[in-house]
């Protein structure tokens, strides 16, 4: 399973690209807006940090296929890497047909059931994002429908690709590992949550202690 980071806060992109463990970046309407910058000045700068598939999603405010394909080109003009993420609606899915037949790529976010997902892989979406966090909110385990999304994926030989989205804790991504998604993204806290273990740091102190016990500082 690959990872891309939820962000689009550059430090915490910066970090994770150091690290060598992201291989892709995914924005939303909240996460441009958390940041409080120009939509275009901080992708353009995202691009510049990471060398793969950068989502940036269609203004929150247009929901016509017209105006969705409209933005969607502009957007893939800001770099080659980009991804145009797509609301999954009726008005959605006419873009990424549109989109899709230009050889622009699309990621169908706001998935929550298996059939939106069969309908935007049928429409030719890159990736489609299911949403696991979000309807474990709602006390529906979201990881099942990861799950059903895999399997009928590969009963399919569907080639858009799965990225389990709204991430939330390290548990989510083991149990996205496990059930087939293709690509975690996640925000940086999880990243780093993933990095730790209590035995992993006494291990680090008893070493150093040990070291320095024989031989010095
Ligand atoms: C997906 O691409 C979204 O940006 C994101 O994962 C949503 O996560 P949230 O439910 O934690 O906001």
Known sequence: MKFFIDTANVEDIKKANDMGVISG???????????????????????????????????????????????????????????VKIPMTSEGLKAIKALTAEGIKTNCTLIFTANQALLAAEAGATYVSPFLGRLDDINTPGIDLIRQISEIFAIYDYKTQIIAASVRNPIHVTDCALAGADIATVPYKVIDQMTKHPLTDQGIEKFQKDYIAVFGE
């Open 25 to 83: 970046v995914t924005t939303n309407p909240s996460l441009i807006a958390k940041e409080g910058r120009d939509f275009n000045e901080v992708i353009k700068e995202i691009a510049s940090i990471v060398d793969g598939p950068i989502s940036g999603e269609v203004k929150a405010t247009t929901t016509d296929a017209k105006g969705m394909i409209e933005e969607g080109r502009e957007i893939a003009k800001i770099h080659p890497n980009m991804v």
